[in-house]
């Protein structure tokens, strides 16, 4: 059975830096793309960034060049690291893998930015 783990969430100051990890054990088959969402208090779940299994990457316009997600195949996780925080990145990270059946969730690590 496919798990997803997440760590490295934790509270900061705004500026400071949080580099989030994703390990997905049970050897998920045939990963396609690995991605990060997060979901602030009262509202849906967004998609804050993907990496494609050739590494192309894309970004939500809110993190563009503060936040920067990488894969390490060899050991099914994926990271996130997210510098220069704000507190309106306060939420919860969730991690999400995409395989050719379905996809798999994290249960959620919190980030909490203060001003």
């Known amino acids: 059975q496919v798990q997803l783990v997440e760590s490295g969430g934790g509270s900061v100051q705004a500026g400071g830096s949080l580099r989030l990890s994703c390990a997905a054990s049970g050897r998920p088959f045939n990963i396609n793309s690995m991605n990060w969402y997060r979901q602030a208090p009262g509202k849906q779940r967004d998609l804050v960034a993907t990496v494609s299994s050739g590494g192309s990457t894309l970004y939500s316009d809110s993190v563009k060049g503060r936040f920067t997600i990488s894969r390490d195949n060899a050991n099914n996780t994926v990271y996130l690291q997210m510098n220069n925080l704000k507190p309106e990145d306060t939420a919860i990270y969730f991690c999400?893998?995409?395989?050719?059946?379905?996809?798999?969730w994290g249960q959620g690590t919190q980030v909490t930015v203060s001003s």
């Open positions: 999400n893998i995409k395989t050719p059946l379905r996809y798999y």
